[in-house]
């Protein structure tokens, strides 16, 4: 178990509607990032929040936002939807900076666009 | 342009034996480089990392190098058991934010 829970862990959405995944972080982690998982592919990075605001971000459009809360909860929003937005939705909390470097993921939501 | 590759999609190996996995990368200058172990449905869990000051790790069976000449990665798994069966993902460190890029990953099958 690494302490971060996400939910949904699945559901079904048509194409052009707006979802909300959401994540809560293990106690003490101050980041946290969001992956999308196609099947068969590795984890790509969405974004990452550190102290509520958005510390990096990889090649996605603006149609993906999030937003991370006081007590380091996470939401992943995804506006007009398409059917390639299918995929496992990866929250992982860390510590800025931390020795290691490590991540710790959630199960991921598993989001169907039809 | 920036790649990741894991040397091949499926691994099958004899109980017992050591499975070499590799990671390429190109065009990236990792500050360090994680692996990961994924089994079907569940989240990706930590296993070990590696800086580009080091040139290797060892935890347990689990053994990793690090060649930032060859920009290559090689995760060993000596002894291996059917319970090691698995997907493994690399995973490239570009700060120090958590900025962690993935490979596809390698399913690692271990036979009895």
């Known amino acids: 178990e690494t302490g971060v829970t996400q939910s949904p862990t699945h559901l079904i959405k048509t194409r052009g509607q707006q979802v909300t995944l959401r994540c809560s972080s293990q106690?003490?982690?101050?980041?946290v990032s969001w992956y999308q998982q196609a099947l068969g592919q590795g984890p790509q990075f969405i974004f990452q929040y550190y102290r509520e605001e958005e510390n990096g971000r990889g090649n996605f459009p603006p149609r993906f936002s999030g937003l991370q809360f006081p007590n380091y909860s996470s939401e992943l929003n995804v506006n007009a939807l398409e059917l390639d937005d299918s995929a496992l939705y990866l929250c992982?909390?860390?510590?800025?900076?931390?020795?290691?470097?490590?991540?710790?993921f959630g199960e991921g939501s598993r989001l169907t666009v039809l | 342009s920036q790649k990741i590759e894991q040397n091949s999609e499926a691994l099958n190996i004899q109980e017992g034996k050591t499975a070499t996995l590799t990671c390429n990368y190109t065009n990236y200058s990792p500050a360090y480089l994680q692996w990961y172990r994924q089994d079907p449905g569940r989240g990706p869990v930590f296993l070990l990392l590696i800086r580009e000051n080091e040139k290797e790790k060892r935890k347990e069976r689990l053994k990793v190098t690090f060649d930032t000449t060859l920009k290559q990665s090689l995760f060993h798994i000596t002894a291996s058991q059917p319970a090691d069966s698995a997907t493994y993902l690399c995973?490239?460190?570009?700060?120090?934010?958590?900025?962690?890029?993935f490979g596809a990953g390698t399913r690692l099958t271990v036979k009895p």
């Open positions: 995973a490239l460190g570009l700060n120090n934010n958590n900025d962690m890029r």
């Open positions: 992982a909390s860390g510590w800025d900076r931390g020795i290691t470097g490590e991540l710790f």
């Open positions: 106690s003490g982690h101050n980041t």
